[in-house]
């Protein structure tokens, strides 16, 4: 079987080169550089072992990939989950690469993630699991090299543990190993807010290209973790009614508006972190969360939920996407000529990245900002990137999606053209 097959049996990754083939035509790419980005640069796929809490050992498979590295270090979450595989890890990669071009980081994509379920885990065993897979990739990570951040079923914690086995390997304290730690371990304030925050900001600019106001919205959000839990927060701030919301165990509406404060108490009181049951809102079948009516619709879950079968249902005006590639390539043609505006993936939630080399920097200057200072920094870098995929859109003709994803190719490809080819 050939490298390119272990990857294509993906869905996901097979929906990631379509978008690069797509935009390659709009950008005229050159061919040779077009199939060098249609590979990642490098993957490693391991076993981890660790001992669980019965005594028994368990082999899970853990996965690194890393898309570039002509652009600086390569950078990108860690997500526990039970279907990650190589494929999707690999269109994630792809698509972090993408991102870090729209914001004009100094990073490539990459990406990485461990076969299970860490909602069935204890904390003993997802630490022993962490440290097991950093040292089965610590020949191809490092501050320059490649950093990590939490991602899905990972957090705070999950990256302290990195940081801390890395430094134990190299004889000294490495804040800069990581991102998304905790604070008083160098980590940024502010980090854990700023994809949902970003994701918001994103929101604000769409509401006024439509002429309307925050107070006058209604939204719907797809995911209450990390970055659905703030979505919500930052909207219902600015006085817009979050009339549905879903995990992972449900969905609940209440077309007068849920208090958002409230769920999230409910939310954080249960083990599982779920939001069912919650008693200021009707239970709802999962399929109707993404057809209630609403002015912005935030996919914040998982890759491939918005499809040609849902996506003629959907009843929103702004689709934002707080996930990544939550809407495949035949959805993305349906809602176009519904008139829906898209805030496409890889500048809808880039806000994470942004804080996570806003911590970068500060580690390897051992400066640390203020909350202010990171805030206002992640409101001028997310806006400047919103108005130029807008400008290039409308300057071209383009879907946001397309528009998007040719700054930030074209950033990695010029990037690569200079360079040259080595040898």
């Not at 999707?88 to 299970?116: F, R, T």
């Not at 089965?136 to 086995?165: C, F, H, K, N």
């Not at 077309?255 to 939310?267: E, F, H, K, N, P």
């Not at 859109?393 to 490809?413: D, F, H, I, Q, S």
Request: with cysteine; hydrophobic share 40%; net charge neutral.
């Amino acid at each position: 079987m050939s490298e390119k097959n272990l990857f294509e049996s993906s869905a996901t990754y097979r929906m990631a080169c379509q978008q690069l083939r797509d935009v390659a035509k709009v950008i005229d790419l050159e061919e040779g550089i077009e199939s060098r980005l249609m590979l990642p640069k490098r993957s490693l796929v391991c076993a981890v072992p660790i001992r669980m809490d019965t005594g028994e050992t368990r082999n899970f498979i853990g996965y690194r990939v890393q898309h570039s590295l002509t652009s600086g270090a390569s950078k990108g979450g860690l997500r526990y989950a039970p279907q990650v595989d190589l494929g999707e890890v690999a269109a994630l990669a792809m698509w972090m690469s993408w991102k870090c071009g729209i914001m004009n980081l100094p990073y490539g994509g990459a990406k990485g993630g461990i076969a299970c379920d860490p909602v069935t885990m204890s904390t003993g065993e997802k630490e022993r699991l962490t440290r097991r897979f950093t040292e089965e990739v610590l020949s191809i990570i490092g501050p320059r090299i490649d950093v990590m951040a939490p991602d899905m079923g990972t957090d705070d914690q999950t990256m302290a543990w990195i940081y801390d086995t890395y430094s134990m390997k190299v004889g000294y304290a490495c804040p800069e190993i990581v991102t998304g730690k905790p604070v008083e371990l160098g980590g940024c304030v502010g980090r854990r807010e700023a994809t949902g925050r970003g994701v918001v900001y994103c929101i604000r600019e769409a509401l006024s290209e439509l002429n309307l106001t925050p107070h006058e919205s209604t939204a719907v959000v797809q995911g209450f973790g990390n970055v659905g839990s703030v979505t919500c927060d930052e909207l219902a701030k600015h006085g817009t009614k979050i009339l549905a919301v879903g995990d992972r165990y449900g969905s609940i509406r209440n077309m007068t508006g849920i208090d958002v404060a409230a769920l999230a108490r409910y939310a954080n009181a249960d083990p599982k972190k779920s939001i069912v049951g919650f008693p200021g809102a009707e239970a709802i079948p999962d399929a109707e969360l993404l057809t209630t009516p609403c002015t912005v619709l935030v996919p914040a879950a998982m890759e491939r939920q918005i499809t040609k079968d849902n996506a003629a249902n959907l009843k929103c005006r702004i689709l934002a996407e707080g996930a990544n590639g939550p809407t495949t390539p035949e959805a993305d043609a349906i809602l176009e000529a519904a008139g829906v505006f898209i805030i496409p993936d890889v500048l809808c939630n880039a806000g994470g990245v942004t804080v996570s080399y806003f911590e970068w920097v500060q580690d390897i200057q051992q400066l640390m900002w203020s909350e202010r200072q990171v805030n206002e920094k992640l409101r001028e870098l997310m806006l400047a990137a919103f108005h130029r995929v807008r400008k290039l859109a409308k300057e071209r003709n383009l879907p946001m999606r397309m528009a998007a994803l040719a700054l930030g190719v074209n950033k990695v490809a010029l990037e690569k053209q200079r360079r040259g080819l080595f040898p």
